[in-house]
Structures are given as structure tokens and as C-alpha cells.
């Protein structure tokens, strides 16, 4: 079986310091691993994903993630912070392996609240 | 035009009709999803599809049914919608195992 914990329902940053959400898995192999965000009365939108190589993943708008196998952990970062940044943020894992269910198992999400 | 879309945006209803709801795809993804979404809860799996001839439950099938009527088509049914049916449904389509989801703008559906 395969879970995702986003262990903060809440994060709140100043506009202009650096974000950090966080987001821990558990899968039997080894892991793809997927950031998203949900604005207000809008669909998810896919922001950045770690399939392989590089531990430091870069996305859109200027976010990034970092793979850490040892610690089972893909946080979410981004170095200034956006009042427009303001969102739902989920972190989702599927296992690599399990190509016949290519089930992606969604954390509960963390509130990013950045404050002017 | 919306690469993934859902209808209705909003639907209210009362206990025990049957409702549907729809999601078309203009991505040519063989892969469509459909999830609830509840406060606290994330995202939950209700029923996935890899082509038209394949169907498979997820973690919450239990009062849903789908039908993939075309590779750009994937429908949810509730037979006898009930009131712990009240979120927000949302359909998602991907083109394989590696690649992220993209989901559609979301239907709120509530059961009265």
C-alpha cells in the first residue's frame, strides 16, 4: 500500500521569505512523486514531479522539490514568497512498479497562506 | 478551450435520484480518473479507466458507477444519490504511468 502525509493543514509565510510545505510517503518500491496546487473554486494544477535523476526538481512558477530517499520526503519549496502563492498545495505518490493500477494516492493537502 | 471539462458545475439534488455527471477530454489521454474531494480529506479515488474497455474501481466505488463511452468520455453515475454524497467531484485524465494528472474544473454536487 502507498500514503502520502502532508503533516501541516497550515502554513503561513510573509510575502518575500521562503516556503517550505511538506509532504513525507510510503510506497513498497520506489516512488513518482507529484506536487499540485488548488486555487480557490478551480481544478488541481500540476506544479512539478520527481520521476527520476536529479533529487532537486524545479516546476512552474518558480517552485522546487527535494527528492530525499533516505528520509522518504518531497518538500515543497520556493525561495520568496507570493501573496499570490496562496493556495491548496497536495502531494501525491504512485508506486513505479505498479504499472498496471497507475493509482496516484493524494496527501490531505496544506493551506499556504503568504501574508503582505 | 478548457482541455478537460465537466458537467454540471453545480448540481443540488434530492435523496434518492439518480444523477450523472460528465467529463470529455480533448488531451487524446488514454488514462481518465474520477475523484471526490471533502474538506480535510484530499482526494479521494472513485473509479479509473485505461481505455474503453477497461474499468476499474478505486478506494470508494461503493454507490457510484461509471461508463467510458469514447476515449474522450468518462461518466459518473450516482444510482440513489444520499446526503454523504455532498463534495466536490472531480474527473482527471493522464497519458501514462510516469506523467501527472490534469484535472477538470470540478463539479459541487449536493444531496439534500
Known amino acids: 500500500a502507498q500514503s502520502v502525509a502532508q503533516p501541516e493543514d497550515q502554513v503561513n509565510v510573509a510575502e518575500g521569505n521562503p516556503l517550505t510545505v511538506k509532504c513525507t510517503y510510503s510506497?513498497?518500491?520506489?516512488?513518482?512523486l507529484f506536487w499540485y496546487v488548488q486555487y480557490p473554486n478551480r481544478g488541481l494544477q500540476f506544479l512539478l514531479k520527481y520521476i527520476t535523476g536529479d533529487n532537486l526538481v524545479k516546476g512552474s512558477y518558480g517552485f522546487e522539490a527535494e527528492f530525499n530517499k533516505s528520509q522518504t520526503s518531497f518538500h515543497l519549496k520556493k525561495p520568496s514568497a507570493l501573496v499570490s502563492d496562496s493556495a491548496l498545495y497536495f502531494c501525491a505518490v504512485r508506486d513505479r512498479a505498479d504499472t498496471n493500477a497507475g493509482k496516484s494516492t493524494f496527501g490531505d493537502g496544506t493551506t499556504l497562506t503568504v501574508k503582505p | 478551450d478548457a482541455d478537460v471539462t465537466q458537467t454540471p458545475r453545480n448540481r443540488i439534488t434530492k435523496t434518492g435520484k439518480r444523477i450523472m455527471l460528465e467529463c470529455s477530454q480533448t488531451k487524446g489521454h488514454d488514462r481518465m480518473y474520477w475523484y471526490r474531494q471533502d474538506p480535510g480529506l484530499g482526494l479521494r479515488l472513485i473509479y479509473y479507466s485505461f481505455d474503453v474497455k477497461d474499468i476499474n474501481k478505486g478506494e470508494i466505488s461503493d454507490g457510484y458507477s461509471v461508463s467510458r463511452q469514447a476515449q474522450a468520455k468518462f461518466s459518473l453515475s450516482l444510482e440513489s444519490a444520499i446526503p454523504n454524497q455532498t463534495a466536490l467531484y472531480f474527473c482527471?485524465?493522464?497519458?501514462?504511468?510516469?506523467?501527472?494528472?490534469?484535472f477538470g474544473p470540478g463539479t459541487r454536487l449536493t444531496v439534500l
Open positions: 510506497v513498497s518500491g520506489n516512488p513518482y
Open positions: 482527471a485524465t493522464s497519458p501514462g504511468h510516469g506523467n501527472e494528472q490534469f
